[in-house]
């Protein structure tokens, strides 16, 4: 039999283990209600992470050759700060100065030759050529000066002996006719002695031999009149034709000089055109910097090192353009993302958890897919962030380009419960079906 004693001081014992039982229970139902009421009520993220980099918004620019050449200097270093229109690599010549300068004095003697012949053309007493070259080609325009008059008086002398002839033959003319009209002056007299003759010798009261000298005279001032008349057609048809020779000599002189000026107009369109190309050569051997930026890439680094037709020399990120992120978001997550949806931007290198994660926006997405080398197919998205740089405490991380980063898109929530049971509602669902 058990001693009364004892089992009275083992019974607190007992009611003393219930209640820790019970302490415990509760305690786990609270905790499992606790649970679910944070799994309903807690939400998660659902997101989708992109890994890219920092890029100027409005691309770097890049700067090519389109001949090639060889590096003669290189003038700037990876980092760099340069200006816009700063020279940055400069190439060997393949065209020299002196070529220029010979093709450019060439180009001035034909502009003054082109002046003289308009001037000719006009009848001009004098040439007016360019400022430019008569300030800086003196011997030149006076032999063009010298060759303009000489030909001016080579065709105004042509021209003044036809006219002076045209002068001869109408002085000739004017006499021709005074002596034709007092030819038909004397002729009426004689006519009208002839005819009293005539009476007179009905009447014999005149000798036929008087009679005879006046019928031979009146033939004689017939006659004359009639080879004055003639000379008078000879001459008309002489001051004709000197006439047209001289507007012949006007013409052929007109013609030769605006072929001459024609041929000359072509050639220094030609040369204007090889200028053009010379100088755009020695202008493109030296590279300048089309805007305010920094040298990002350098492609050579090599005095005497070889650029080929069309290769980038030098990349330049533009100054104080906005950062941007390009990230490749995988194909299978496009449908979930759009643009202004929220994404937290975290570095990808270890700095990461030092840094925490800064904010952004989608501003794009790419209309189709790219593919990266290894065949992978991506969507681009461009990320805008609310500021270029991480920042903790007092320290600073600047985002420039090339910062690799990681961003993580946020395409919806859901709550903790969803989460647990979305494994277990897939396979049920899937369990449910029969194909």
Known sequence: MSDPQTTAEYQPTRLGAGATTHLFLMLCVLAVGAFGAWSWYGKLDIVSDA????VPSSQIKSIQHLEGGIVQEILIREGDT?????ELVVLERTASGADVQELGVRMMALQVDIARHEAELKRAKRVSYPKSIVKSQKTLIAQANQRFKNRISRINNLVASQQQMVTQRREEGREIKARINKRRKSLVFLKEQIAISDELMKEDLTNRMLHLNLLKERTEQEGGIA????????IASSIIEARARVNTLRTSFNEEVRAELDDKRRSLKEFAERMGR??????????????????????????GGVVR???????????????????????QDV????????AMVTLASGDAIRFGRL????????????????????????????????ERRSARYSLVPGVQ??????????????????????????AMQER
């Open 335 to 342: 449908g979930y993302v759009a643009p202004g949806q929220l």
């Open 51 to 54: 890994v890219g980099e920092v």
């Open 227 to 234: 080879e004055d008349l003639a000379a008078q057609k000879r």
């Open 309 to 331: 037709s069309g290769d980038t020399v030098v990349d330049i990120v533009p100054a104080g353009d906005k950062l941007v992120i390009e990230a490749k978001l995988p194909a």
């Open 405 to 430: 980063v990681i961003c993580s898109i946020q395409t919806g929530r859901r709550s903790v419960l969803e989460y647990i049971l979305d494994p277990f509602l897939g396979a049920f669902r899937a």
């Open 278 to 303: 010379l100088e755009d050569n020695l202008a493109r051997t030296v590279l300048r910097s089309p805007v305010r930026g920094v040298v990002q890439t350098l492609h050579v680094a090599t005095l």
């Open 359 to 390: 904010k952004g926006r989608v501003m794009s997405i790419s209309p189709d897919t790219l593919v990266t080398k290894d065949n992978v197919p991506y969507y681009k998205v461009r990320v805008e962030t609310e500021r270029d740089y991480f």
């Open 82 to 86: 340069v200006e816009a229109g700063q």
